[in-house]
């Protein structure tokens, strides 16, 4: 029998930092978006104050296209439910940890383009997730 | 300033528990340190520094130090998870080459079996404040699903299989079975290995290290006492340490800080891994020990799985003896922590104490390393080379 992701699974609270508030604020409106450095132009994951590869603080938020492919993965098989756990490379270019959701467990693979949704912590605060793209 | 021949290891004490709901942590601290006291043939106030790292009770060194009431005249509590006793070896090397320390005590212990922790399998979030946290907690990140997305990635990559995987756990239970303290000592084949449930793929229940109550000590110290005691000397050549993360999102699980650590380790040894004659290789996971002997050198990246095949890491079959004691795979993983472990298995096999059964004859240079934390997020990694004179 192929195992399918059960939503939702209950997603622990755990605490904000000032520096997710941007991240938060446009998750609520439904979008997703990701900081790019002014500076040196790159995008990082995840998120800082200070760009992790040039230290500077000129930090902008900016939307994403949400889509990616999977880098890595493992279903975690030992937890009741089951959960897929990833690494997701974004379009922009960051890779960046998330539960693959929504999917048959047995589908999954590295390379597979996944889109992002968002899923509510317990705090509710907005996580971003992914799914196989159509 | 090098370290190489400024210290040596002149006790080395792998507390004989793997069970221990009768004793204290601090306990368990201090049994080690008079056990490897014991062995080097010092006295408690022989010691001048201590190391100790986060498994430490209460305020580490100050909680320790009162315990066992000790003058130390040098202190150091660097954590970098189970890779931390092996950089403090390296760490206790330089305090003696810079003369603010003359016997420097290290310890670990712990009693996570007994005490019923879910090592592997259960997130648990760290400190509040912890940069991570909110970005990958929500997802349930534990330690075998990182190490899970590491092994899934190297199979990608490089065609690495769970049969490749499995013979690192039946060479660590050919050595496991002449070691009476180890907890597992049936020696298993890989189609066990493969049989044993998945607990998150491609890791199966025999891929992963055991949850052991327990604990070690080790004595290190400048040549000249070390040459007045009755033990053989065991000197240290050369240490690197590092640790990786994510690299701001320029992920890359193919490769661990072993790569970074282990040729600092090497240049300041100026030995090369062709010359390494036993290796204790940190090996939470299956995954662990086959990143890390690409990455120290023993073999080229991408051929992990074929270099470990076939017996190739059983002392007296393959080239390449690792793990003589069992590992903590099959013999002990003190306080989910195993790099003290794995230097005194390198002690034991260059004084020639180790089980007859897999003694490397005429070992005269081991190479000791750990992975401390995540191999899936951000780890330590440190890489100590040792010898006999």
Known sequence: ?134 | MSIKDKACIVGAYEHPTRYAPDKSVAQLHAECAAGALADAGLDKDDIDGYFCAGDAPGLGPMSMVDYMNLRVTHVDSTDIGGSSYVALVAHAAQAIAAGKCNVALITLAGKPRSSGMATGTAPRPGNPDQPDLEWEFPYAPATVNMYAMAAMRHMYEFGTTSEQLAWIKVAASHHAQHNPHAMLRDVVTVEQVLGSPVVADPLHRLDCCVISDGGGALLVTRPEIAKSLKRPVVRVLGAGEAVKGQLGGKVDLTYSGAAWSGPLAFKEAGVTPESIQYASIYDSFTITVLMQLEDLGFCKKGEGGRFVMDGNLISGVGKLPFNTDGGGLCNNHPANRGGITKVIEAVRQLRGEAHPAVQVPGCALALAHGTGGSLGTRHGSATLILERT
């Open chain 1, 1 to 134: 029998m192929t195992e399918t992701h059960q939503t939702p699974r209950a997603i622990a609270a755990t605490l904000r930092q000032p520096e997710s508030a941007a991240f938060q604020q446009a998750a609520t409106q439904g979008q997703f978006s990701i900081p790019r450095c002014q500076h040196c132009g790159q995008t990082h994951w995840y998120p800082r104050a200070l760009c992790p590869f040039c230290f500077s603080p000129d930090i902008q938020w900016e939307s994403a296209t949400g889509l990616g492919t999977i880098y890595s993965y493992t279903v975690m098989r030992r937890a009741k439910p089951a959960y897929a756990i990833a690494y997701v490379q974004l379009e922009e270019g960051p890779i960046m940890m998330t539960n693959i959701v929504q999917c048959h467990f047995d589908e999954l693979h590295i390379g597979m383009p996944v889109k992002v949704g968002f899923e509510l912590a317990a705090n509710d605060t907005w996580v971003p997730v992914f799914s196989p793209a159509p």
